[in-house]
């Protein structure tokens, strides 16, 4: 009870708008655990997905309620079906909810406009995915350039130009690919692609990174490192991370845990 | 930036779509040089129309004329003022010119038309067509020493001494046997015989018969035999003329004829062009054309060649005839009572001046429905041909245009193959936060830069191709064993091709938007992607 009181004082001492919604399942939820790190970043309210296929509904997510906190790293873990990865998606604003909202700093994003959920994806939110879906035309400090690329207009760009190389060799001598800033994704490894992945990420200086199974394609070892640098990043830099897995032993490790079953959060 | 970074990297790493530009290469190419060759042919006939011809007719409707032009000109260099730079009189009438072939007279339509040979250079550069080189510089109708071109071999005076000093003799021969004859048949029979004499020496036709039945190796004779000089209107002076003329140093009057009036032109066994001569100068021609007058009959008058003309116009050349003005005007009768007649007046406006409006000037003064005048300019009376030129330019346009059009839908059809395959980086562009309008405009970028590159290779191709059309043309006749250009139907000695700046940018700009339409569908297609879907498509 007292840390959700200390969440609206902080947000409103903050002036951003409160969530409209009351949270009365919020309160029974054992999200308190760590009264330290209060301020909620992401949250998600009722939210359901629907897929139709051929005219018959079928149920993804159930009305999913959760919450992520400013500098915490959480994972999502469930059996592959289970709606993690749709659910990751609609906290991106990849996709819309059926029903139910999304705040994103006290504010509603899930029925923002196109244009608006670019801007949110491009600044606010660092995406990673399972086959790292780097771009196969440019070279890793290219694809790390991209997201500012795609922010800035032509001239900005070339007016710091040398700025964001810069940004992009530091972020790549970060996780590790220093040394291959001019390779195409075709000429590394997958582990590597995954490296250029997180620094693409972070060009940005994202207030939440959103990784979907950033494991899944890697094997035990080349993952581990991969883990490494998301925790060192979120203890380092205090950046939130949210993680989907299948991989009990992942999600060990993370601060806090939710699971997904049939389209619903499982009581931990 | 990443708009332009990434339709760069796909120009530069997608050779399935350069392929699929080849033809938007190749149409653009085609468009250049069918322009550059069709504005070639219509500049050089617009050149040649309008050397020969003057800027305005000025005709009367009828073969009769009008009188006094002298008058007329007075008239129309006050309507005019500044903008007339030479006027003259001409007379045209259809006419019939026969010249000795192989012994026989051979027909063939012209136009004959009268022409002052002080004044007609001020409203013509027919000069310069001219074959001999002192008519080059001043125009007169005396046959000449010398100074014909040397493709007409034998011409001039030397040609006309053989070729009349040969008649002379074999007429002087046929009269010496003729003697032998009556003297035999004298001889023979007590009574005379009427026959003989009445037969040969009567009048020109049974001579011609005669001349027609003896082979004769020389070849073409001029017709000098006494007798036919006889109903020459161009000697006023009649039987002393006839007596006194000496074909080996006196010309009829002069006539200028054109070079397809006076040669053919066709190829040997080796496929090369040769101009054979029906007749040259220095050769005598007879011209048959109806008199003036509400019964005109027809008049036959004898004139010798003095040169050629070759403007390249082959409607022009195988019909124009040239003889001086007052000589026809005496010979149709168009002259009473020291009043000349004319049939037309021809008008040459000085450089800038506006032809149209000029001529629109004198037709107020001479309205159509007072005065039975034709006034056109050279342009109105060529317009079927000049019509037709631009036609053709049209209708190649439009058919090459399509061809272009055709490969705008390769394009489109490669395009879609690439947004396919491209379905997943475009799901990342989204997802990295570019907007449906940013991930557009990367496929129409795209287009517009294959456009650019299709059109820029071709219109360098097609430049390239113009440069050294003959070079090619001739090239391809050696290969292919096919003549591509054909002299003897063109009457130029090369292909002539004129670039047009302006037609190059519109063809290049026309190119490049036809590929930026052909990318807009997939384009929007790549636009309308889900993230989600994208993503997940494998």
């Known amino acids: ?268 | 930036m990443y708009k332009l970074l990434l339709s760069w990297r796909y120009l530069r790493t997608r050779y399935i779509a350069l392929a699929s530009i080849i033809s938007v290469t190749l149409g653009v190419a085609t468009l250049i040089i069918v322009n550059a060759v069709m504005a070639g042919f219509s500049i050089e006939m617009h050149k040649r129309l309008n050397d020969m011809m003057s800027d305005i007719m000025f005709q009367a409707t009828g073969l009769n004329g009008f009188p006094d032009p002298e008058a007329h000109i007075a008239e129309i260099k006050r309507v005019l003022g500044d903008d007339l730079e030479g006027a003259t009189a001409t007379v045209t009438v259809p006419a019939m010119l026969s010249f000795q072939f192989r012994g026989q007279w051979v027909p063939t339509h012209v136009t004959l038309i009268g022409i002052d040979e002080e004044t007609y250079a001020s409203v013509s550069d027919f000069r310069k067509f001219l074959l001999n080189e002192q008519n080059r510089k001043k125009l007169n109708f005396n046959l000449h020493e010398s100074g014909y071109d040397s493709r007409l071999g034998q011409a001039g005076w030397p040609y006309r001494r053989i070729q009349e000093s040969a008649q002379q003799t074999y007429d002087e021969e046929r009269q010496r046997i003729e003697n032998i004859q009556r003297q035999k048949e004298r001889e023979q029979q007590t009574g005379p015989a009427e026959t003989g004499p009445a037969e040969l020496g009567a009048s020109d036709i049974p001579v011609d018969n005669v001349a027609a039945g003896i082979p004769l190796d020389s070849g073409v004779g001029g017709p000098t035999d006494p007798s036919m000089a006889d109903p020459s209107l161009s000697n006023p002076t009649g039987e002393t003329a006839t007596v006194m003329f000496d074909g080996t140093k006196d010309q009829f009057t002069g006539l200028i004829a054109g070079y397809t009036v006076a040669s053919m032109r066709r190829r040997n066994k080796d496929g090369e062009v040769l101009d054979s001569y029906l007749f040259r100068p220095g050769d005598n021609v007879k011209l048959t054309f109806p008199t003036a007058g509400d019964s005109p009959t027809a008049a036959n008058v004898y004139f010798t060649v003095t040169d050629l003309y070759e403007s390249g116009m082959s409607e022009y050349d195988s019909t124009l005839v040239f003889v001086p003005l007052s000589e026809l005007q005496r010979a149709r009768g168009m002259v009473h009572d020291g009043v000349e007649y004319a049939t037309a007046i021809q008008i040459k406006l000085r450089d800038g001046a506006n032809l149209e409006e000029c001529c629109e000037r004198l037709r107020e003064r001479f309205p159509a429905d007072r005065f039975a005048y034709r006034i056109q300019t050279w342009k109105e009376m060529q317009g079927p041909l000049l019509a037709a030129v631009k036609m053709e330019t049209t209708i190649l346009n439009i058919l090459l245009f399509l061809i272009i059009a055709v490969a705008g839908f390769g394009i489109l059809a490669t395009f879609f193959m690439i947004v396919v395959e491209k379905t997943k980086d475009i799901g990342v562009l989204k997802s990295l936060g570019a907007p449906s309008s940013g991930v557009m405009s990367i496929f129409l970028t795209y287009g517009l830069a294959l456009g650019a590159v299709g059109s820029g290779v071709g219109m360098v191709l097609g430049l390239l191709f113009v440069a050294y059309i003959n070079p090619i043309a001739n090239a391809l006749e050696v290969v292919t064993g096919q003549e591509v250009f054909d002299p003897t139907i063109y009457y130029f000695d090369t292909i002539p091709a004129i670039v047009n700046p302006v037609t190059v940018v519109w063809v290049v700009l026309g190119t490049m938007f036809i590929a930026v339409l052909a990318s807009v569908l997939p384009a929007l297609r790549a636009a309308r992607l889900h993230p989600v879907e994208a993503l997940r498509y494998e």
């Not at chain 1, 994704?185 to 940005?204: D, F, N, W, Y």
């Not at chain 1, 207030?207 to 060192?232: C, F, M, V």
């Open chain 1, 1 to 268: 009870m007292n840390s959700s009181t200390s969440v609206r004082q902080a947000s409103t001492e903050s002036g951003i708008q409160k969530p409209h919604v009351s949270f009365p399942k919020e309160a029974n939820q054992p999200t308190s655990q760590k009264p330290v790190k209060s301020e909620v970043v992401l949250q998600a309210c009722g939210v359901t997905k629907n897929y139709f296929k051929n005219k018959i509904k079928i149920p993804v997510l159930r009305g999913i309620d959760l919450e992520v906190r400013s500098g915490e790293q959480l994972a999502i873990i469930g059996q592959s079906g289970s709606g993690k990865s749709t659910l990751l998606h609609l906290l991106g604003t990849l996709d819309n909810p059926g029903e139910g909202e999304i705040f994103f700093e006290g504010n509603r994003i899930d029925n923002l406009p196109n244009s608006a959920r670019d801007v949110l994806r491009n600044k606010y939110f660092g995406l990673i995915f399972q086959f790292y879906h780097l771009l196969p035309e440019l070279t890793t400090l290219e694809n790390v350039v991209m997201p500012l690329m795609i922010s800035d207009g032509i001239f900005k760009y070339w007016w710091q130009k040398k700025a964001n190389i810069d940004r992009a060799k530091e972020l790549l001598e970060l996780v590790g690919l220093g040394h291959r800033w001019n390779h195409r994704p075709s000429e590394l490894s997958g582990g590597e692609m995954q490296r250029a992945a997180i620094a693409r990420s972070l060009i940005t200086n994202p207030k939440l990174l959103l990784a979907d199974e950033p494991t899944g394609n890697l094997d035990g070892k080349t993952g581990q490192e991969i883990l490494e640098i998301l925790r060192s990043l979120n203890e380092e830099q205090n950046l939130t991370i949210v993680m989907v897995t299948h991989d009990e032993s992942i999600a060990a490790d993370a601060d806090r845990t939710i699971r997904l079953k049939d389209g619903l959060v499982e009581a931990a």
